[in-house]
């Protein structure tokens, strides 16, 4: 092999001009720019001619793959220095850390930035690659039941009425028999299935959906006709509003003497939910949960509602579910009841639920009876589960154990990884970084304050504080203290929570460590 640098080489200054000898005595001609060398220059020329190249080349960035969370010693690793030199790098950036610490993608990126990496987010294989393994068929589509949780306020009627649509609504299986609490049970009308949370309030639907399970469809929110609208009336339309999830309203109580129907929808007109017949898309109806009538209307305007929202599963895929209730059995160990949200669930399949593996030993439905099989919608209390898991973790198939296992143990892995990564909850200190960088456009909100005119002059120092870089939202305020249902508000909202001359309770405080939301007191002075 021979090579010699050529700078009056015909057509072009400055190339190099190599021949190669092959075994036969051929020679091939390569003409090659500096650039087009690159890093192979210094280990194919050794002679002092070429490698002066390595001076005037100017060095290109190199991609560094990074996950979602990772460990600084790893990350020293794929930066080719020392875990030290990471530590320093965090310290520039005011981030201080051990060599134990775990890094989120958004910190790791910046270390490598300033280190002359080019960064690329790879996401581990995980439970979110299951159903995209799987092409979805349209023409396997089914209509499945809605799925309802029910809200309002305390004593408004929310458990009575669950009561008496049980009452009026079980399945000729069930008849007569012991009803089993599962955290969620199915009513059947008119050859119609509705699966309804056993869970009423609006605290267990945010817990969830703060776990990024949102399984409700259809909110029925109870108000009491001889009350009207109450602060956990108004919590629970908030909290449904910042789900998406679509409000029923069902006014209760109307057997009693001092009911006021008309006054109670006037109120709820009041704070955005207009009556159907005032011409509004609200759907209202009126019951009694005590004398059991207008149930049947109710359920006729569930179906109504799931109709025109086009509620639709794929009964062939793997099957995919959402935890609602988990308790530790005497006698059968840690059991959980799921919802499946597609596919067909049967006795015998792998699964992997958070970050654990088991195989499903038995299927209980709502009625006691075990079942072999469960359809999209269906509620069931399954045994096999190795621990407890959370409600809201996501229950998914695999196709045999060995994966099972292997998913279970880079779940397990990832949890500890996210545990000790930094919070990705916004705050106050880290809000201009991250408008500065387009990563937030609407900063949620949630006010609370001792007095309705306090939230007022709140709201309108926010509006006079917005720009074209961000806009402030609101999702929720009220008079009082801040309370655990505020906190997961914020957490399931990503929003940050301020209090004007009032004070956490101290079950919200330690909800709010632990969950690392900003919680701000007597921000804005009136």
Same mark, same amino acid.
């Given at each position: 092999?021979?090579?010699?640098?050529?700078?009056?080489?015909?057509?072009?200054?400055?190339?190099?001009?190599?021949?190669?000898?092959?075994?036969?005595?051929?020679?091939a001609?390569?003409?090659?720019?500096?650039?087009?060398?690159?890093?192979?220059?210094?280990?194919?020329?050794?002679?002092?001619?070429?490698?002066?190249?390595?001076?005037?080349?100017?060095?290109?960035?190199?991609?560094?793959?990074?996950?979602?969370?990772?460990?600084?010693?790893?990350?020293?690793?794929k930066?080719?220095?020392?875990?030290?030199?990471?530590?320093?790098?965090?310290?520039?950036?005011?981030?201080?850390?051990?060599?134990?610490?775990?890094?989120?993608?958004?910190?790791?990126?910046?270390?490598?930035?300033?280190?002359?990496?080019?960064?690329?987010?790879?996401?581990?294989?995980?439970?979110?690659?299951?159903?995209?393994e799987?092409?979805?068929?349209?023409?396997?589509?089914?209509?499945?039941?809605?799925?309802?949780?029910?809200?309002?306020?305390?004593?408004?009627?929310?458990?009575?009425?669950?009561?008496?649509?049980?009452?009026?609504?079980?399945?000729?299986?069930?008849s007569?028999?012991?009803?089993?609490? &599962?955290?969620a049970?199915?009513?059947?009308?008119?050859?119609?299935?509705?699966?309804?949370?056993?869970?009423?309030?609006?605290?267990?639907?945010?817990?969830?959906?703060?776990?990024?399970?949102?399984?409700?469809?259809?909110v029925?929110?109870?108000?009491?006709?001889?009350?009207?609208?109450?602060?956990?009336?108004?919590?629970?339309?908030?909290?449904?509003?910042?789900?998406?999830?679509?409000i029923l309203?069902?006014?209760?109580?109307?057997? /009693?003497?001092?009911? /006021?129907?008309?006054?109670?929808?006037?109120?709820?007109?009041?704070?955005?939910?207009?009556?159907?017949?005032?011409?509004?898309?609200?759907?209202?109806?009126?019951?009694?949960?005590?004398?059991?009538?207008?149930?049947?209307?109710?359920?006729?305007?569930?179906?109504?509602?799931?109709? &025109?929202?086009?509620?639709?599963?794929?009964?062939?895929?793997?099957?995919?579910?959402?935890?609602?209730?988990?308790?530790?059995?005497?006698?059968?160990?840690?059991?959980?009841?799921v919802?499946?949200?597609k596919?067909?669930?049967?006795?015998?399949?792998?699964?992997?639920?958070?970050?654990?593996?088991?195989?499903?030993?038995?299927?209980?439905?709502?009625?006691?009876?075990?079942v072999?099989?469960?359809?999209?919608?269906?509620?069931?209390?399954?045994?096999?589960?190795?621990?407890?898991?959370?409600?809201?973790?996501?229950?998914?198939?695999?196709?045999?154990?060995?994966?099972?296992?292997?998913?279970?143990?880079?779940?397990? /892995?990832?949890?500890?990884?996210?545990?000790?990564?930094?919070?990705?909850?916004?705050?106050?200190?880290?809000?201009?970084?991250?408008?500065?960088?387009?990563?937030?456009?609407?900063?949620?909100?949630?006010?609370?304050?001792?007095?309705?005119?306090s939230?007022?002059a709140?709201?309108?120092?926010?509006?006079?504080?917005?720009?074209?870089? @961000?806009?402030?939202?609101? @999702?929720?305020?009220?008079?009082?203290g801040?309370?655990?249902?505020? &906190?997961?508000?914020?957490?399931?909202?990503?929003?940050?929570?301020?209090?004007?001359?009032?004070?956490?309770?101290?079950?919200?405080?330690?909800?709010?460590?632990?969950?690392?939301?900003?919680?701000?007191?007597?921000?804005?002075? &009136?």
């Amino acid at each position: 092999f021979m090579a010699k640098w050529s700078p009056d080489f015909p057509g072009q200054s400055g190339h190099l001009h190599q021949s190669l000898w092959n075994k036969d005595g051929s020679s091939a001609f390569y003409d090659n720019t500096k650039e087009e060398l690159g890093d192979h220059r210094s280990q194919v020329f050794k002679s002092g001619v070429v490698d002066n190249l390595a001076d005037s080349e100017e060095e290109a960035f190199e991609i560094a793959q990074l996950p979602e969370n990772i460990m600084i010693r790893d990350l020293a690793e794929k930066l080719r220095c020392s875990p030290n030199d990471i530590i320093k790098e965090l310290m520039g950036l005011g981030v201080m850390t051990t060599i134990n610490q775990s890094l989120s993608f958004e910190v790791a990126s910046k270390v490598a930035d300033q280190r002359g990496f080019e960064v690329e987010l790879i996401k581990d294989k995980s439970a979110i690659d299951f159903e995209e393994e799987e092409k979805e068929n349209p023409k396997d589509l089914c209509h499945r039941p809605p799925i309802v949780t029910i809200m309002g306020h305390v004593d408004h009627g929310k458990t009575s009425l669950l009561d008496a649509i049980r009452k009026t609504n079980v399945t000729e299986a069930e008849s007569g028999g012991i009803t089993q609490h &599962i955290g969620a049970y199915r009513a059947k009308i008119k050859d119609q299935f509705i699966t309804f949370l056993d869970t009423p309030g609006h605290e267990a639907f945010t817990a969830m959906r703060a776990r990024g399970a949102q399984v409700t469809d259809i909110v029925i929110l109870v108000v009491a006709a001889d009350d009207g609208i109450k602060p956990q009336t108004k919590e629970a339309i908030d909290h449904a509003h910042a789900g998406n999830v679509p409000i029923l309203v069902a006014i209760n109580k109307i057997d /009693k003497p001092e009911a /006021k129907p008309e006054e109670v929808k006037k109120q709820l007109a009041e704070v955005g939910l207009l009556p159907e017949d005032w011409g509004g898309q609200t759907m209202f109806t009126e019951v009694s949960a005590i004398q059991e009538t207008g149930i049947e209307h109710l359920l006729e305007l569930v179906l109504l509602q799931a109709e &025109i929202m086009e509620l639709k599963s794929n009964p062939t895929l793997r099957p995919q579910g959402i935890v609602i209730e988990s308790k530790l059995d005497k006698g059968r160990g840690p059991v959980a009841t799921v919802i499946v949200q597609k596919g067909t669930l049967t006795v015998g399949q792998p699964f992997v639920v958070g970050p654990y593996f088991g195989k499903v030993r038995a299927l209980i439905n709502d009625s006691g009876n075990k079942v072999q099989k469960v359809t999209p919608a269906m509620p069931v209390e399954l045994v096999g589960m190795p621990e407890v898991p959370q409600p809201g973790d996501k229950f998914y198939v695999v196709e045999d154990e060995r994966k099972a296992r292997q998913y279970s143990e880079m779940r397990l /892995k990832k949890r500890r990884e996210v545990q000790l990564a930094e919070s990705a909850k916004v705050t106050m200190e880290d809000l201009h970084d991250q408008i500065a960088e387009g990563k937030i456009k609407v900063l949620n909100l949630v006010v609370k304050a001792d007095t309705q005119g306090s939230i007022a002059a709140v709201q309108e120092a926010f509006s006079k504080l917005e720009t074209e870089e @961000i806009r402030f939202k609101i @999702i929720h305020d009220g008079v009082g203290g801040i309370t655990e249902s505020d &906190i997961l508000l914020s957490s399931a909202s990503n929003a940050i929570t301020i209090g004007f001359n009032v004070r956490p309770t101290d079950k919200a405080d330690e909800l709010a460590m632990r969950e690392k939301i900003d919680v701000r007191l007597s921000l804005i002075h &009136i």
